[in-house]
């Protein structure tokens, strides 16, 4: 069995219009980030049971991806930080966005749209400042192994 490590992840969130595909938009690296927790997705189950079942039937609903979120080391510098940034705005501004997750060192990524829903800052005693970071993911989420997308990526790396 294969694992992957997660050292090395990288996450991405598009800094083009939301008509862009998703191979071909600008994507903008998340730095400092910590932790990816995600994408949560589910489905609901519908209840065919009749009265001649001789057992519960069900039929599978729509699927909600459910959200993905990011645990980083804060930094507002749009310098060095235009993916936090632009988050930050794009939670304002309700906009919907591509979002690219590359896991560990591997060219394994995950990959869909989103809205940024939540951006809390938090400080404390002897810590760094982070921010959590929360994507509503909208329409399904796409799961590929071995495919490059180096387009997507300003400095071109895979």
Request: glycine share 12%; with cysteine.
């Amino acid at each position: 069995m294969a694992f992957i490590e997660s050292q090395g992840s990288s996450f991405y969130w598009s800094t083009a219009a939301a008509t862009t595909v998703i191979t071909t938009g600008a994507m903008g690296l998340v730095h400092q980030v910590v932790a990816v927790n995600g994408p949560s997705g589910s489905a609901g189950k519908i209840d065919v049971t009749n009265l001649g079942s001789t057992a519960k039937q069900f039929l599978m609903g729509l699927r909600d991806e459910g959200d993905i979120s990011l645990d980083v080391v804060y930094d507002p510098s749009s310098a060095t930080n235009g993916g936090q940034v632009h988050m930050f705005q794009d939670r304002g501004t309700r906009t919907l966005r591509n979002w690219m997750w590359r896991v560990g060192s591997t060219s394994a990524n995950i990959k869909g749209w989103g809205y940024c829903t939540g951006f809390a800052i938090t400080g404390a005693v002897d810590d760094a400042v982070k921010a959590t970071m929360t994507i509503a993911i909208s329409g399904p989420v796409e799961a590929s192994s071995g495919l490059n997308y180096s387009a997507d990526i300003p400095d071109g790396s895979s």
